[in-house]
């Protein structure tokens, strides 16, 4: 074990503390290169899955079992290599998101002709990440396509085309000479909105059904290299 390992025996819950509760504030401020060993006396695999869907997916971890209880070894997610396609997408909304909290913490203070800069990062990324979405991965699964009303691949390249408008208005109403800090707001509020709703339906949903595909697949690993190369800014 690291010299960082901390331990959560959750066997010691306090009383009046639920062992979801008691869990969920450990794992939620475990800090970056910390390894955590969590020992349950009952099979944690629900557990973890809950608290998994509550941090965004912010943990790895792998479980062995013993006499009478479950050693789980759990890291944060970025500690680790990325491998799956939830993982790896899943990471990148988590940098965009990075950028365009930054991006409007710098319009607010400066004024949008300061923004520029990180505005157009943002966006630059965003293409980048759709891009991948629409043309590395999602040709790669035909047999999610179809016309059927809740395809969640259909869905996905609908919300795309809207996302991609929007930041198409942004990104020419910041290349203006002197832009609308109202307008951009605006603008930025709606294109907020969409890309937690789509975030929210990629990571709970179709990123899943893409990584069971993708483990029957023989060329697996060439289409992760694939995935990775195209995000990489
Ligand atoms: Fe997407
Ligand atoms: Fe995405």
């Known amino acids: 074990m690291s010299p960082h390992t901390r331990y959560l025996d959750l066997r010691s819950c306090p009383p009046g503390i639920s062992v979801h509760t008691y869990a969920f ?3 939620k401020n475990l800090e970056p290169g910390t390894d955590l060993t969590m020992i349950s006396a009952e099979d944690p695999l629900l557990l973890l899955n809950q608290l998994q869907l509550q941090l965004r997916n912010r943990l790895w971890w792998e479980c062995a079992r013993e006499d009478k ?3 789980v070894h759990i890291r944060r997610r970025e500690d680790t290599e990325a491998l799956t396609l939830q993982d790896i997408l899943s990471r990148d909304h988590e940098r965009l998101d990075g950028l365009f909290v930054q991006m409007l913490a710098r319009m607010r203070a400066y004024g949008t002709s300061a923004a520029m800069p990180s505005t157009l990062e943002f966006i630059q990324g965003l293409r980048r990440h759709i891009s991948v979405e629409n043309n590395i991965i999602a040709p790669a699964f035909t047999s999610l396509h179809g016309s059927e009303e809740h395809n969640p691949v259909a869905t ?6 809207d996302i991609l408008n929007q ?8 290349q203006q000479a002197a832009p609308d800090q109202i307008e951009a707001e605006i603008w930025l509020g709606l294109l907020a909105a969409a890309l937690s709703k789509h975030e929210h339906r990629e990571e709970t949903r179709l990123f899943a059904l893409w990584d069971a595909l993708l483990n029957r697949r023989t060329d697996a690993s060439a289409l992760i290299h694939r995935v990775k190369t195209g995000l990489v800014t």
Not at 156 to 161: A, Q, S, T, V
């Open 69 to 71: 209880s479950w050693n």
């Open 167 to 174: 930041a198409q208005i942004i990104e020419e109403l910041f």
């Open 156 to 161: 996905m390249l609908r919300e795309h085309e």
């Open 25 to 27: 504030y450990a794992l």
